[in-house]
Antibody, heavy 127, light 110 residues
């Protein structure tokens, strides 16, 4: 059973960089065929896609966050990370990591879905 | 404002059937991008409910079904139960924006 668990600092000061890690168990992130992604949810709001990284290391980012986001893989520790720079109060949110894929049981679809998800970690930006 | 438009809320009595719409455009759903649906219970992470427009992952009851036509998609929930109360999100891919989510629909079971 694939499980994901986010970890991070919880509280970050404005203008700083926040780094989050998603630890994966039950599968290897380098085993192929999947993307590993980040999604966030502002308090009381909907879901916002941040970006994905393919097992090869190729990254895909939301156009609105692209200039501030870096997603990377650490295959030796079987985890992947999110780095968001120059944070402000608008970045206060619950950050989820998830596995993304578009194929199952030999059938592939046009675009990725996210499954499973981590439980999420709250990042608060405040001085 | 989300690229995929969902009604903010829907409601129904136990046992009834409700549908939640997800309206996109020619750059996402209308561009043959598939639609996926998630259920988010209070205080929990989203859970995949439907993938590839109308496919249920293992363990999801057949009370949940999805469809897609043109630039829109729908999630139907039959035989409403109290524990279906949640927020439901659609997700697709936009050729200009990459992965996109709808704004979410809160389902209330009366």
């Amino acid at each position: 059973q694939v499980q994901l668990q986010e970890s991070g600092p919880g509280l970050v000061k404005p203008s700083q960089t926040v780094s989050l890690t998603c630890s994966v168990s039950g599968t290897s992130i380098s085993s192929g065929g999947f993307y590993w992604g980040w999604i966030r949810q502002h308090p009381g709001k909907g879901l916002e896609y941040i970006g994905n990284i393919y097992y090869t290391g190729t990254t895909y980012y939301s156009s609105s966050l692209k200039s501030r986001v870096t997603i990377s893989l650490d295959t030796s520790r079987n985890h992947f990370s999110l780095k968001l720079t120059s944070v402000s109060a608008a970045d206060t949110a619950v950050y989820f990591c998830a596995r993304a894929g578009q194929c199952t049981n030999g059938e592939c679809f046009e675009n990725n879905w996210f499954d499973p998800w981590g439980q999420g970690t709250l990042v608060t930006v405040s001085s | 404002q989300s690229v995929l438009t969902q009604p903010p809320s829907v409601s129904g009595a136990p046992g009834q059937r409700v549908t939640i719409s997800c309206t996109g455009s020619s750059s996402n759903i209308g561009a043959d991008s598939d639609v996926h649906w998630y259920q988010q219970l209070p205080g929990a992470a989203p859970k995949l409910l439907i993938f590839g427009n109308n496919n249920r992952p293992s363990g999801v009851p057949d009370r949940f079904s999805g469809s897609k036509s043109g630039t829109s998609a729908s999630l139907a929930i039959a035989g409403l139960q109290a524990d279906d109360e949640a927020v439901y999100y659609c997700q697709s891919y936009d050729t200009s924006l990459s992965e996109i989510f709808g704004g979410g629909t809160r389902l209330t079971v009366l």
